[in-house]
């Protein structure tokens, strides 16, 4: 076995990326929602991508992921676990290397399960350090999956759910304000317009009376596992306390049913109570506590 390894050359490896995190579903947090995730600009510099071969076989990819401050990755389950420890290692010196650049980073944070034990002391050792006890700051997530049958809420009297259409600018205003952050941009947005994996009747936006967006719900399918899910749901501030985020949740969630959905993923922070109580009171349910770790780099 010689593991060979080059950076991102074409969008033709998103494709290759998202197979292989698919095909170990149950190991990897980012699977339904990667091409949202693989349209960011953190993608713009292909170096801050790496991909592993076995010959022609992808077994494994990692990307820095900026506008996330994350490492997001997949491995092949088959292979030796020193294969974490090489997406680790070149994290870091990636990580190091974008120091003075658009891309840099404070901290940079990683993803994994609970129970993933082996990658835990992978991560301890290369000096990520876990997040979900350490007073104020604490930072813990949860991945979900709906249980029920969805229920559909229709919006109050003057407000319409459609998709976006052609409303971009809209939308990056509205994402921004709502997670009070400028890194979704127009050029994220166009990317993610044209992945072969978005569906336009998914991307849905809650309208006011006034024609403003109030609310949107992005939602993912991929085929071959039957599986969608929901990445990024929000409302703005102006319109919190109308119900507008289970209305576009429920339905994003009855359009994912109606393309064949079997599995409804969503991933949360636990310690954000009005998202995490929205997927709860839907119908979603906690299938995996995901532990977050941080290593500092300035």
Known sequence: MTITYRSFLQDQDKQLMIDLAGQFQTDHLHVVDLPYRLSSWGLDDKENVRLWFDGENLVAWAVLQSPFWGIDYACHADYPASLFKEILAWADGR???????????SAWFVNVFSGQESRKKDLEAMGFACQSDVGEDSWSKVFMKLSPEPKLYEPPAGFTV???????EKYVALHQSVFESKNMTFEWRGHTLQSPLYKPELDLVVESPTGELAAFCICWFNEKLSAGQVEPLGVHADYRQLGLGKVALSHGVSRLRS????????????YRNEAFNLYQSYGFEVIQDVLVYRKDYL
């Open 259 to 270: 393309m064949g959905a079997r599995d409804i993923f969503v991933e949360t922070d636990n």
């Open 95 to 105: 990580a190091q290397a974008v120091s003075g650049t658009p891309y840099e980073r």
């Open 162 to 168: 459609r998709p976006l259409g052609g409303d971009v």
